[in-house]
């Protein structure tokens, strides 16, 4: 056999090999569910360009002010859902996760196409790499995916895990975060308070290894409601360091930062809203009075217990505690103007810019699935399984890959 032969030979495999190499396939945390439950979950989404808060708000038909009070933005701000929020800015999207067809995942987001689009440039720029081409493809059963109609509606599956709304048996909300190529599972980890070792049981892995474009679901401290299952917002849950809207935006609910107590008082855009003071007390939602004595502080309180057949329900507690309770600490809230201050360890990558904003309109939600089956979950960890989904390969690995075959050649020649 000639040395050409074995030039051409050894060339082949070694572009397979390449290929191989760049050619990797992302991962999302799923969880399998047999109930009709479902949960308070949280996205991690980076905006592909400016857009104003409601039309973030309307790609993932989402309320405007919750999406704001998710991240502790003032909502108090004069026309604050018009206000602009620049590119690359890291937003967590509160969205409901539900079970559908065995599998925990959303089933409310809906994408309006536009002349320029594709199922590629849909998941991996206006989507921030949430959900995949072929996802988005599987869900609408789009036979073509170069052909898609100018208006037609797409369901976008985003991931989400509930996991009992807990983490080691304390209340948690559950983040769905795309991984950065220069991430590891150590520094998300202590960006998010949690530990490797809680990571990993919660994403069945089983080596602290992830991916960029993998796609890992990270508990957040919560403070819990304990709503009777009669109130419209039964199973509230709020993460730790934000604030959440309810009752009609008659009611603010807030978690942290000193514990882990959910706090709900009057909301500032409350405008026609229930009564919200305690029976037989001067008190309203929110209030608290102490008053020291030679056995402890007696300390009465109002407290907000859930909205039922419309009417705001206001309780009063009165307990006597070995001292008074400090003023409560509120998440402190960010101002929209100061919005351009990004977090660039933990957030993940931005998607590639665009040239304008890709409008959206609510409509039918269409289930899809979105997820596959994957592996094992550990022992220690939530039932939970990782799924593999091919990922579109970014230009830079061709580019390596050809750059290497092109050193080969030259020095094997």
């Keep these: 056999m000639s040395k ?52 973030v708000a ?94 037609q509606i797409l369901t976008v599956p985003l991931p989400c895990t509930c996991f009992n709304s807990s983490d080691n048996n304390l209340p948690a909300v559950y983040l769905s975060y795309v991984v950065r190529p220069m991430d590891t599972l150590a520094e998300i980890a202590a960006g998010y308070s949690t530990t490797l070792t809680d990571l990993m049981n919660v994403n069945a892995m089983g080596v602290p290894s992830v991916g960029a474009g993998d796609i890992i679901a990270v508990p957040i401290p919560a403070c819990a409601s304990n709503f009777p299952k009669t109130s419209a917002d039964f199973g509230l849950t709020v993460p730790n360091g934000s604030y959440a809207i309810t009752a009609g935006h008659c009611v603010q609910c807030s978690c942290g930062p000193g514990n882990l107590r959910l706090y709900c008082q009057p909301a500032s855009l ?42 705001i329900v206001a309780t009063l507690s009165t307990t006597l505690q070995p001292r008074c309770p400090a003023p409560h600490q509120f998440p402190p809230l960010i101002a929209p103007t100061a919005l351009t201050v990004r977090d660039p360890l933990f957030a993940p990558a931005p998607a590639p810019s665009l040239e304008g904003v890709i409008s959206t309109n609510p409509g039918t939600v269409i289930p899809g699935t979105g997820l596959r089956p994957g592996g094992m979950s550990p022992a220690n960890g939530p039932t939970g399984s990782t799924s593999d989904a091919p990922s579109p390969i970014p230009l830079s690995r061709y580019q390596s890959g050809i750059l290497l075959l092109c050193v080969v050649i030259s020095w094997w020649v």
């Design 4 to 55: 050409h032969t074995h030039t051409h030979q050894f060339l082949f495999y070694l572009f397979i090999f390449i290929l191989g190499v760049s050619i990797v396939s992302s991962k999302s945390t799923i969880e399998p569910c047999s109930n009709s439950d479902s949960c308070n979950a949280l996205v991690g989404y980076t905006l592909y360009t400016d857009l104003k808060v409601s039309q």
């Design 58 to 151: 309307s790609l993932f038909q989402i309320d405007p002010i919750s999406l704001l009070t998710a991240n502790a933005i003032d909502i108090s701000y004069p026309d604050v859902e018009n206000h602009i929020l620049p590119a690359k800015l890291f937003l967590k999207i509160p969205i409901t996760c539900s079970c559908v067809d065995g599998i925990r995942k959303s089933v409310s987001t809906r994408y309006k196409t536009r002349p320029a689009d594709t199922l590629s440039l849909i998941a991996d720029s206006v989507y921030a790499g949430l959900v995949s081409a072929d996802q988005i493809r599987e869900a609408n059963s789009v036979s073509d995916p170069s052909v898609l109609d100018v208006g």
């Design 270 to 311: 409350a405008v026609s809203c229930s009564s919200m003071q305690c029976k037989s007390s001067n008190l309203m939602v929110g209030n608290i009075t102490t008053q020291p004595s030679g056995g402890g502080c007696n300390v009465n309180s109002c407290t907000y217990g859930g909205i039922v057949n419309g009417s």
